[in-house]
């Protein structure tokens, strides 16, 4: 089993960047792909970002080219880069673990962090 614990949420003006961390307890985190999603007051959960156990990313349309994930199997570490950032990025972010190599879909993950806030003013 897999345990995750975000990190680095906040406030932000617009046009602002933060930088989220995740981290993964166990041995076998780097068997697993690994995804940040985002919830909004009054919304589904979605996809943001995702990256696989061999460091393939992919990116929702919304963020591409602003964000960035990445991971550090070494420290049992995985980060979303956040730049550029606009009011409608204002949502909880969770960090999730999937045993498949990578999926876009909630459903597709196994484990779950807590969630952080991440909010951004105009």
């Known amino acids: 089993q897999v345990q995750l614990a975000e990190s680095g949420g906040g406030l932000v003006q617009a046009g602002g960047s933060l930088r989220l961390s995740c981290a993964a307890s166990?041995?076998?985190?780097?068997?697993?792909?690994m995804g940040w999603f985002r919830q909004a007051p009054g919304k589904e959960r979605e996809f943001v970002a995702a990256?696989?156990?061999?460091?393939?990313?992919y990116y929702a349309d919304s963020v591409k080219g602003r964000f960035t994930i990445s991971r550090d199997n070494a420290k049992n570490l995985v980060y979303l880069q956040m730049n550029s950032l606009k009011p409608e990025d204002t949502a909880v972010y969770y960090c999730?673990?999937?045993?498949?190599?990578?999926?876009?879909?909630?459903?597709?993950?196994?484990?779950w962090g807590q969630g952080t806030q991440v909010t951004v003013s105009s």
């Open positions: 999730a673990a999937t045993v498949s190599l990578y999926s876009e879909d909630v459903d597709g993950y196994n484990y």
């Open positions: 166990g041995r076998t985190f780097r068997m697993h792909g």
């Open positions: 990256i696989s156990r061999s460091g393939i990313t």
